[in-house]
């Protein structure tokens, strides 16, 4: 079981990314899919996930900058990130859930490595 996560970069404030989890060695329709990040010094925390049914949930819902899909296929999940801001600047993961509440660690069963986005000018 592999979850391979990749995109990230170094952009500007006010610039885009779109992050992309790829998985391998197990059905993603079978499990949730979230995106976390991790900035220097500071916990792991929840940014996104689409759930088993294709349900997208937020941290923040209010915040339209983040959007979560995934293809037709369930081989790979995006995130897309617009108009991003230095505080945006962190280690991506994403992780695969088959059941719990899609905005705790704990309900995740597989993660990949992480991809840094850095957000500077």
């Known amino acids: 079981v592999q979850l391979q996560a990749s995109g990230g970069g170094l952009v500007q404030p006010g610039g885009s990314l779109r992050l992309s989890c790829a998985a391998s060695?197990?059905?993603?329709?079978?499990?949730?899919i979230g995106w976390f990040r991790q900035r220097p010094g500071k916990e792991r925390r929840f940014v996104a996930a689409?759930?088993?049914?294709?349900?997208?949930w937020y941290s923040d819902p209010a915040n339209s900058r983040f959007t979560i899909s995934g293809d037709n296929a369930e081989t790979t999940v995006w995130l897309q990130m617009d108009n991003l801001e230095p505080e945006d600047t962190a280690v991506y993961y994403c992780?695969?859930?088959?059941?719990?509440?899609?905005?705790?660690?704990?309900?995740?069963?597989?993660w990949g490595q992480g991809t840094q986005v850095t957000v500077s000018s």
């Open positions: 992780a695969a859930s088959y059941s719990g509440s899609l905005y705790v660690r704990e309900s995740y069963d597989y």
């Open positions: 060695g197990f059905n993603l329709g079978d499990y949730a």
């Open positions: 689409v759930d088993q049914s294709g349900r997208a």
